[in-house]
């Protein structure tokens, strides 16, 4: 079967078209061509070049009407002219021309009401193969009438020459042009661009469609319950999600429209730094052949050693999601019961769990904060707080309150709880306390999901104001559900409330211009 509608892409003298490959060929496309190397159980492994995470500060939208209206203008969606466009369409087309090209036709959204119908196009095997984990994959039925919404082209071989001409950042170009349904990609090989490009896409396209778009994790209990699971990279969303005792829906990116949940992609894209068979056995055993490893240390014998950060701290590896045995196959589910925000307080200075009023739940989500730990970047020797609206600041085309809204008005109609979980550290700052056990984090978040948290004795954090549980099983010292109990020195720990309170009030004065509404502040901490 060839695609539809080739004489549209606006390239020329295409040399072949390899059309939605299975993984077998993918993967012989791969060895031919020396783009990836395998390891010792056959499984893809690729570097992608300098670049190991995404160029945010290379990511534009075409400015022009009516789109330009809808769009939060700023630092994070930067404005291009059509002009600059149209000449970096053609430094891409120009790239791809003469090529033998993999196209791959797939869905964005797994809900049939709201799904969107994307193409990609691409010269590189691995990232053909990437696409196919990471997207929802059309059955040959559908794929006879397969009509795009929108196309995405990935020249990552074409630079910019001009980007100084043009007022750019760098030679790497991340272009979304919402007019013409199409974004273009060059100067960059990492496969999180492509991810992230779809994403930030859907995030425009559904809120204006009266659907949220969201930033988070999923899972299904065996009763039907949902549970949403948001977070910024490195607060657990992925492993706490995956749970033996209930369906993965999803590990990023999903939707909530008026049937229900639905996850937007068809795979999986975890970290694996230090992965550990032991305490993340799924995602330990859904790397086999069809996964894809990204910048990962291996020895001649293809041994991963899952500890080296030599070449990034953000190793990774998608995967199909029917490498987790535990998922929904319907990549689907009901209104949730309940939401979890992660947050990884490198302060120490959050509970491991509480609870969250309505008014809260808008005002941390809002927030959507974390911190960075000192010593992952030069300079930084004590934790750094990181906020992040809506816990996906760096994917939203649309203000953060638009979202917001839409979450307020979807909890006020399906009665959903909310609650706030600390994966970070316990009896100290990063440097003095310990991480969070997962076990006891796990032991938490069963809490939530078989309802014994609301029968627990709550008292409240001061600053806060957090409703904090006394008691709950399974968690190995319910002294330190109290995060006071677990410093040392306590005016140490009211101290670094309070500073730490400080930051969340001074982030959320960027909200005071977006009228009653959004003033949610009275629910922050108040010092």
């Known amino acids: ?156 071989k074409a630079t910019n020459p001009k980007f100084k001409e043009h007022g750019l950042n760098s030679e790497v170009y991340v272009v979304f042009n919402i007019e013409r349904n199409e974004a273009i990609i060059g100067g960059t090989w990492y496969g999180g661009e492509i991810k992230k490009g779809i994403f930030t896409m859907m995030n425009y396209w559904l809120p204006l469609e009266g659907k949220l778009s969201m930033h988070c994790s999923a899972n299904i209990g065996k009763e039907g319950d949902v549970c949403l699971f948001f977070g910024l990279s490195g607060t657990g969303k992925t492993t706490l999600s995956t749970d033996p005792n209930r369906a993965l829906i999803g590990d990023d990116e999903h939707g909530w429209d008026e049937h229900g949940v639905f996850n937007f992609e068809g795979g999986c894209y975890a970290k694996v730094i230090n992965l550990d068979a032991e305490s993340e056995p799924e995602i330990f055993n859904a790397i086999r052949p069809g996964a894809l490893l990204e910048n990962v240390v291996a020895d001649e014998a293809g041994h991963v050693d899952y500890s080296d950060a030599s070449k990034t701290e953000n190793t990774r590896v998608s995967y199909p999601i029917e490498h987790i045995e535990n998922h929904e196959c319907t990549l689907m589910g009901g209104h949730p019961k309940n939401i979890i925000f992660l947050t990884a307080d490198a302060f120490g200075v959050l509970p491991p769990v509480s609870k969250l009023s309505k008014e809260q739940a808008m005002y941390y989500f809002l927030s959507g904060y974390t911190a960075k730990v000192a010593g992952t970047e030069r300079g930084i020797t004590e934790p750094v707080a990181t906020f992040s609206a809506c816990f996906g600041e760096a994917f939203l085309p649309l203000h953060p309150t638009v979202y917001a809204k839409l979450l307020g008005d979807k909890i006020d109609e399906h009665e959903v709880n909310v609650y706030l979980v600390n994966t970070g550290w316990t009896g100290g700052p990063y440097g003095v306390g310990k991480r969070m056990s997962i076990k006891d984090t796990r032991a938490c978040i069963n809490g939530i999901l078989n309802g014994s948290i609301n029968e627990a004795e709550f008292e409240t954090l001061p600053v806060f104001d957090l409703q904090i549980p006394k008691s709950l099983q399974g968690v190995a010292d319910n002294s330190i559900l109290n995060p006071r109990n677990t410093w040392e020195d306590k005016i140490a720990y009211d101290e670094q409330l309070r500073k730490l309170a400080a930051m969340f009030i001074e982030n959320f004065e960027r909200y005071n211009d977006r009228g009653a509404e959004f003033d949610y502040s009275s629910a922050g901490p108040k010092l």
């Not at 690729?46 to 290379?58: A, E, L, N, Q, W």
């Not at 964005?108 to 994307?118: D, E, F, L, Y």
């Not at 196919?132 to 929108?150: A, C, H, Q, T, V």
Request: negative net charge; charged residues 25%.
């Open 1 to 156: 079967m060839q695609p539809q509608g080739l004489d549209k892409l606006g390239i020329e003298n295409i040399a072949g078209v390899i059309y939605n490959p299975d993984y077998a060929r993918l993967s012989e496309d791969e060895k031919k061509r020396g783009e990836c190397q395998f390891t010792d159980n056959g499984t893809a492994m690729v570097d992608t070049g300098i670049f190991t995470g995404r160029s945010p500060k290379d990511k534009y939208f075409v400015e022009q009407p009516p789109s330009n209206e809808h769009i939060a203008w700023g630092s994070i969606n930067q404005p291009v002219t059509p002009e600059i466009y149209e000449e970096l369409r053609e430094t891409t087309m120009n790239q791809l021309s003469g090529k033998e090209l993999y196209i791959i036709d797939a869905y964005a959204g797994a809900s049939p009401a709201s799904r969107k119908a994307i193409r990609f196009v691409t010269e590189i095997a691995w990232q053909a193969h990437f696409i196919e984990n990471m997207f929802i994959m059309p059955s040959e039925e559908e794929l006879e009438n397969f009509e795009p919404d929108f196309v995405l082209y990935n020249a990552c």
